[in-house]
């Protein structure tokens, strides 16, 4: 006849067992040893310590009452160092804490009386094991999300410079292209003017129309093209940049812009600043489309170690649930740009009360620090 396997295959678990009694240990291990796990032995708690290794140990079945160091303490110790390990918490005594007192106050997974014998003992064994296991799945997951967030944050990072690159792009085709060709446009047009007999009074004042129509192209381009490409891209501090920027909003919309900070023309990396001037931009333009509002204030604050950016407007206001919503691309990309630099931003708004976007990030004297998982 064959023989019967006695042994289990090897399972691929470390287990600690912590006891002060060393036949408790000696017969314990034997059994789990026989169940294909791999089997520690400490008898006290500071043995149990040197012996365990975060992230190396499945479970650790400790004695509640030990010498020098209780099962408690050694539990409170264990978990200041690993919270996924189970721990399976066993004793021989009456007079102890209720269990479910010991389950509900302690970090543990488990609660064997060791009179009640070695099957119960292997049935909390496994139970505690396939925790473990599931947990371990858990963990597994959230590396893998953790892991493809940070690739979308790199992705996001380089869709925003690619977008402020071609940006500068439409900017510089914009200002040395289209410009050259309506400011020789307008030029032709004025000689045209001067020229044109003065008895041709229709003809003169199509002229003047037109030469009114290309000026007027000729500041639009400028103001699209300063748009697209900022002063704060080109050297200049966010301070004046934005200062700058609500004044020509205020004109072009009609709006009473105002604006206001302390940082005293503080100098940020540009990256950031770029980032915040970005925000507050399509911050104002939806404003102009969507608030139905008579002003609008945009602050730059440096409290503390945070630097917290505001637009504040007196329209008619709007869900802050619909700030979800995958078609608002503006407010997504003001949320990814303030991720990116550090902060976060946060969208207050009530039916009929106008809205808020805030921006709060960490200052440092020299600048934000860059995301580094948005390098590369």
Known sequence: MPRRRTTALPSGRTLLIVDDQEETLVSNRLLLEREGHHVLTAISGEEALRLFRPGEIQLVIVDYFMPRMSGEEVVQAIRAQDTDVQILLQTGYAGEKPPRTMLRHLEIQGYHDKTDGPDRFLLWVEVALKAA????????????????????????????????????RISRELHDHLGQLLTAT???????LTHCPQELF?????????SRLVRET????????????????NGLGLEASLREYV??????SGLSAAFSTNLQDVPLASEVAASLY???QEALTNVAR??????????????????????????KGFDPLRVSDPHAIGLAGMRERARLIGGALTI?????????????????????????????
Do not use: Y
């Open 133 to 168: 296991t599931q947990l371990a799945h858990i963990r597994e997951a959230e590396q893998e999300i953790a892991s493809s967030q940070a690739q979308l944050r790199r992705l996001s990072a380089r869709l925003l410079r690619l977008q402020e690159e071609e940006r500068e």
């Open 186 to 192: 307008n030029l032709d047009v004025e000689w045209a």
């Open 202 to 210: 229709s003809v003169h004042e199509r002229l003047q129309e037109a």
């Open 218 to 233: 000729i500041q639009s381009t400028k103001e699209l093209s300063s748009t697209l490409r900022p002063g704060i891209l």
């Open 247 to 252: 004044r020509e909003f205020g004109r072009r």
């Open 278 to 280: 970005r925000i507050v």
């Open 290 to 315: 969507h608030a139905a509002a008579t002003q609008v204030t945009v602050t730059v604050q440096r409290a503390a170690h945070n630097l917290i950016v505001s637009v504040i407007d007196n329209g």
């Open 348 to 376: 207050r708004s009530t039916p009929g009360a106008g809205a808020s976007i805030i921006v709060e990030a960490p200052w440092h004297e020299e600048g934000f620090p860059h995301d580094q998982s948005a390098s590369g």
